[in-house]
Structures are given as structure tokens and as C-alpha cells.
């Protein structure tokens, strides 16, 4: 199971960027795919991310709004299309799979309830 993200970059406030995360060994569609930033000198957050199946959104409140989060089955990937971008949006950017079953509704905002990690993809909001 490998997850790779991408599309990171500079980008001025206000701007755009969408973020892919690519799975390969693994059908995306039943697992629920998350994304996670972390900033420097802070923990890892929760953003977003997409249930399996039925393909349920959720999103953290400081996105809400301005970030969309996707699926393509066809090419096994998940998007992050980030809009209105500010810069306390700077973050190394984590894409994560899980396929278990959870106790928790909101499991999903806890980042050691996911198994699989991508490589993070650096996201920088600055003029």
C-alpha cells in the first residue's frame, strides 16, 4: 500500500492549489482517504477527508468552505482543491488511507486512527 501526494507549492493569498494523493496497492474506493497538515513548531491537523463507499465529506472548520475534497475511482486518486488561501494555511501536507472500522464517529479527525501515510507535499501561502 503506498500513498503519494502532490501539487504542492507558492501560491499568494487568495490563490488556488489542489493537491492529489495517489494509491497504488490498493482500491481507493474502500478505504476513506483523509488529508492532514502539519506547520512548523505545531501537531499534525486534520483537514478533510472523504468516508469510503458512500463517499461522505468532512471537513475541519478552518477549511470549511474553501477547501473540496474529491475522489477519481478511474484513476485511484483523491484531490484536495484548496481556494481562497491564507496564509496560516502554510503546512506540510499529509494525505491518509484507513480501511478499518472505527468506535468513534469523528475517528477521522484522530491522526493515529489511520494506517497508511503518504509523503508530504509542502504548501506555502505568502506574497
Known amino acids: 500500500v503506498q500513498l503519494q501526494a502532490s501539487g504542492g507549492g507558492l501560491v499568494q493569498p487568495g490563490g488556488s492549489l489542489r493537491l492529489s494523493c495517489a494509491a497504488s496497492g490498493f482500491t481507493l474506493d474502500y478505504y476513506a482517504i483523509g488529508w492532514f497538515r502539519q506547520a512548523p513548531g505545531k501537531e499534525r491537523e486534520w483537514v478533510s477527508c472523504i468516508s469510503s463507499r458512500e463517499g461522505r465529506r468532512y471537513y475541519a472548520d478552518s477549511v470549511k468552505g474553501r477547501f473540496t475534497i474529491s475522489r477519481d475511482n478511474a484513476k485511484n486518486t483523491v484531490y484536495l482543491q484548496m481556494n481562497s488561501l491564507k496564509p496560516e494555511d502554510t503546512a506540510v501536507y499529509y494525505c491518509?488511507?484507513?480501511?478499518?472500522?472505527?468506535?468513534?464517529?469523528?475517528?477521522?479527525?484522530?491522526?493515529?486512527?489511520?494506517?497508511?501515510w503518504g509523503q508530504g507535499t509542502q504548501v506555502t501561502v505568502s506574497s
Open positions: 491518509a488511507a484507513d480501511g478499518s472500522d472505527h468506535a468513534s464517529s469523528n475517528w477521522y479527525k484522530d491522526k493515529y486512527e489511520w494506517t497508511y
